[in-house]
């Protein structure tokens, strides 16, 4: 793995706005110099290198099922900071195996050695326009004789076919809360791969779905089957319709919400101690951990973090952490030119299907990061 410069492409902001990327100036705070989307430098990688981090990725998704299914046998939502109540049906989700689409894992990886777990956005990840589609087309533009970590598109369409829905329009949800236009912009995405496997799909806001004591109901009064969403599932089981969940199919299911809490980074080591592809992360403080960085179980982009370590202490700000903490190992990440890489890779279903690269000059990534493509060298 290693870092290169490249000439921007002529036009390159209104071509990948043409492409879908039409949030990258307003999901990245205006201060700053560098753009969200950064093609001026990117990252190669050799397929010996991306066939191990396949290998990686999906040995951790296999730990991360078996560490779900440890939660459900044993009834320890309170590990996670699941309030019981919504245990019943988090089990019934996970006991008819409700299908999933996607996911992505946020690693640690320079080049050698095995990926190190940094999280698991399990639920409602981000970054996909750029990771599927924005990336691939400068591939094509820049370097069109090398590869990409990328089937992404493929795959979304092809899990869209296989997946056992209830019939009918699949209604995409997303929130009005978000401004940037990435989470609506993400959901037209999804829609779009469902329609190219022949699937309906209805946009809708979150705000107006509506209960009418038997079904769920979209502004035109139909009736909603599925939901796919990008909206966290302790945001849905608050809100009013939130008791009814069971009256129709979620893309993402319920039982996500035991992998996309951060709880779940030690529950991992708990059930996989010394784990090459984990970081140790404890519940109850950081033990022994000389340096170590403290994660809200439930957060987003980088906020209310801190690390901690025998020569420098930092902070993020944010409002996160009313349902608890993890404390991880903290290992910074490598720097490539000053700059620090997190690798996204994504699942689809139950395969690896693509990677998308974060980087930073912080010691955390959040939303000041920018998105650098990559490519494979044939």
């Known amino acids: 793995m290693r870092r290169e410069r490249s000439r921007p492409r002529e036009g390159w902001a209104e071509t990948i706005e043409s492409q879908g990327l039409s949030y990258h100036r307003t999901a990245h705070p205006e201060n700053l110099t560098r753009p969200y989307w950064d093609e001026s430098v990117h990252y190669v990688l050799e397929m010996g290198e991306v066939l191990s981090l396949e290998e990686d990725v999906e040995t951790l998704h296999r730990m991360c099922l078996e560490a779900a299914e440890h939660v459900v046998k044993t009834g320890r939502y309170e590990l996670l900071g699941i309030d019981e109540r919504f245990a019943p049906a988090i089990e019934a989700s996970w006991r008819r195996g409700d299908p999933h689409l996607y996911g992505r ?17 399990a639920d409602t990840p981000t970054s996909l326009v750029e990771s599927s589609i924005i990336q ?27 997946m056992p829905l209830r019939s009918g329009p699949v209604h995409f949800a997303w929130t009005e809360l978000d401004e940037s236009g990435e989470e609506l912009m993400t959901i037209a995405y999804l829609q779009e791969t469902a329609a190219q496997a022949g699937r309906q799909g209805v946009p809708l806001a979150m705000q107006d ?32 319709f ?31 101690p010394g784990h090459p592809n984990l970081l140790p992360a404890y519940l109850d403080g950081p033990r022994d951990l000389a340096s170590h960085i403290r994660k809200p179980l439930l957060g987003r982009e980088g906020a209310s973090m801190t690390v901690t370590s025998p020569s420098y202490r930092t902070e993020t700000g944010g409002s996160y952490g009313a349902e608890g903490f993890v404390f991880q190992e903290f290992v910074p990440l490598p720097d490539f030119d000053g700059q620090h890489p997190v690798l996204g890779a994504w699942m689809v279903a139950d395969e690896a299907a693509g990677l998308g690269i974060r980087e930073t000059s912080g010691l955390i990534t959040d939303d000041t990061s920018s998105f650098i493509p990559h490519r494979i060298p044939l």
């Open 242 to 272: 939130g008791a009814h969940v069971d009256e129709a199919d979620w893309v993402e299911p319920m039982w996500k919400m035991l992998l996309s809490n951060k709880g779940i980074l030690a529950l991992l080591w708990e059930l996989f």
């Open 105 to 121: 894992f946020d690693l640690r990886h320079d080049g050698t050695g095995p990926a190190k777990l940094l999280e698991y956005n």
């Open 209 to 240: 779905i509506g209960w009418d004591g038997e079904y769920y109901r979209d502004l035109a009064d139909a009736e909603i089957r599925t939901f796919c969403k990008l909206y966290p599932w302790e945001w849905i089981v608050a809100e009013p």
């Open 136 to 162: 691939w087309f400068w591939k094509e533009d820049v370097f069109p004789a090398d590869d990409q970590w990328n089937s992404l598109h493929e795959r979304l369409i092809d899990r869209w076919r296989e």
